[in-house]
């Protein structure tokens, strides 16, 4: 089991800033990839960024050049920067690792969610 523990979000105006950061613990010396995900209201979850544990990384579309992820292997932690806001931000950001399960497939494991909202 991992547990993640995440802080940050909050309420900002357009064009600001915010950092989300997660917090790994139990086997977290078997997660290979970790990040963040997000949900809006009505809307499905959807990926916003992730980095493995060689320190590639994958970024949506919409966040590239805006938001950055950078990954702390030694701490277990992954933390979101996030810049230049927009109001189509709002959402619910979930940190995600994913651990193989020995079956050729990885688990989810997600965490409790942090509000991020952004106003016009």
């Known amino acids: 089991q991992v547990q993640l523990v995440e802080s940050g979000g909050g309420l900002v105006q357009a064009g600001g800033s915010l950092r989300l950061s997660c917090a790994a613990s139990?086997?977290?010396?078997?997660?290979?990839?970790m990040g963040w995900y997000r949900q809006a209201p009505g809307k499905q979850r959807e990926l916003v960024a992730v980095?493995?544990?060689?320190?590639?990384?994958n970024y949506a579309g919409s966040v590239k050049g805006r938001f950055t992820i950078s990954r702390d292997n030694a701490k277990n932690t992954v933390v979101l920067q996030m810049n230049s806001l927009k109001p189509e931000d709002t959402a619910v950001y979930y940190c995600?690792?994913?651990?193989?399960?020995?079956?050729?497939?990885?688990?989810?494991?997600w965490g409790q969610g942090t509000q991020v909202t952004v106003s016009s």
């Open positions: 995600n690792a994913k651990i193989p399960n020995g079956l050729g497939a990885v688990d989810d494991y």
């Open positions: 139990g086997r977290s010396f078997s997660i290979v990839v």
């Open positions: 980095s493995t544990r060689g320190s590639s990384t």
